[in-house]
């Protein structure tokens, strides 16, 4: 029904099919990814997986020979990060304080938001909330010797007062025009341009449709919350780092890590509300690959200011969001 949908819809083609409906399909999103910049996605993201399944908590194969699975109803449409793209942004905001001073609090705002639209995204507030929520478990002694304690100083001056997203957005434009420095210019270019490839979408976390699908419960009472797609430090081993590292060390322990995107395309409706679902789905998803394709090369750009800098150490970027092994970014069923 899904490939059929597809199919008719404009998403796959004839020439697709070779007997497998799961193959039709597969080979119909892998084209549809690559036409809206998955490949440039995949140079900052690539530890990530774009799925269609019919099921969202997988079984054993044990599970899968003892169960009677009867007829599936809905797919389900699943982004997942395996792990966070570094982006060290110190530099780049300080790049931005001397040409004017308005500007790294209104580029952090809008570059950050516009992320959040498709993924979590750790930066120094959740870093600072994290440092709060433990400094109010340790003893005297123990804070003598935490780092905790320093990380809210860790933040920027530029930083101690960040305009709303929509105020961002218009100093942005309003600053644009008067700004001489080219790579100053690009930068907020591109910010802006992701605010207009994601505007008007929304984060689709699976939390969202417990309310309107019943089974959607099940999976978030026994699922973690989704993994960061993205850290935002201000140096390399910084102490916001150091909060995210302490933070993701228990993140999937005792449960799953959820996924940071969920679509539902209910298969028990008339085709044309079938169509209607699977277009919308997949308008959201080339929404996202377009935005993050423009994220891609601003988080590029980002790294190279940074690399420009004297810096203590530092490693490649990318830190893990979750123990063991990642993933690599596929289409996949």
């Known amino acids: 029904m899904l490939a059929k949908s597809m199919l008719r819809v404009g998403i796959s083609r004839v020439k697709d099919w070779t007997g497998s409906a799961v193959d039709f399909v597969a080979a119909g999103l892998a084209r549809f990814c690559r036409s809206h910049g998955l490949q440039q996605v995949s140079r900052v993201f690539p530890e990530s997986s774009i799925r269609l399944m019919d099921e969202i908590i997988e079984l054993s194969e044990y599970d899968r020979m003892q169960a009677e699975i009867a007829e599936r109803e809905k797919m389900f449409l699943m982004v997942d990060y395996h792990e966070s793209a570094s982006v060290p942004i110190g530099p780049t905001l300080a790049y931005l304080e001397a040409i004017n001073n308005k500007l790294p609090a209104a580029f952090f705002m809008a570059f950050s938001r516009n992320l959040s639209r ?3 995204v750790y930066d120094y507030r959740d870093a600072e909330f994290y440092a709060a929520d433990c400094i109010d478990m340790l003893e005297d002694d123990e804070l003598k010797e935490s780092f905790f304690p320093s990380v809210r100083g860790a933040r920027p001056k530029c930083l101690a ?3 709303g997203y929509q105020h961002s957005i218009s100093q942005l434009r309003r600053f644009l025009p008067a ?15 992701m605010h207009e490839e994601g505007d008007g979408w929304e984060s689709q976390f699976p939390w969202k449709l417990r309310d309107i699908y019943p089974e959607m419960e099940d999976y978030v009472d026994n699922t973690d919350e989704p993994g960061p797609g993205v850290s935002i430090v201000f140096e ?3 102490l916001i780092e150091a909060c995210f590292n302490e933070q993701m060390q228990y993140l999937g322990q005792d449960l799953p890590i959820s996924s940071s995107l969920m679509l539902v395309i209910d298969l028990s409706k008339d085709e044309k509300s079938i169509d209607e679902q699977v277009k919308r789905a997949f308008e959201h998803l080339a929404a996202m690959l377009r935005s993050l394709s423009v994220a891609s090369h601003l988080v590029e750009m980002i790294r190279g200011i940074h690399d420009e800098h004297p810096r203590q150490g530092g490693h490649e970027p990318g830190v893990h969001a979750e123990p063991g092994a990642a993933g690599v970014r596929q289409e996949q069923l």
Do not use: F, H, Y
């Open 118 to 120: 498709w993924m979590r």
């Open 161 to 163: 007062k960040v305009p």
């Open 179 to 193: 700004v001489k420095d080219r790579r100053a210019g690009t930068l907020l270019r591109q910010c802006l341009r």
């Open 236 to 238: 390399e081993n910084d």
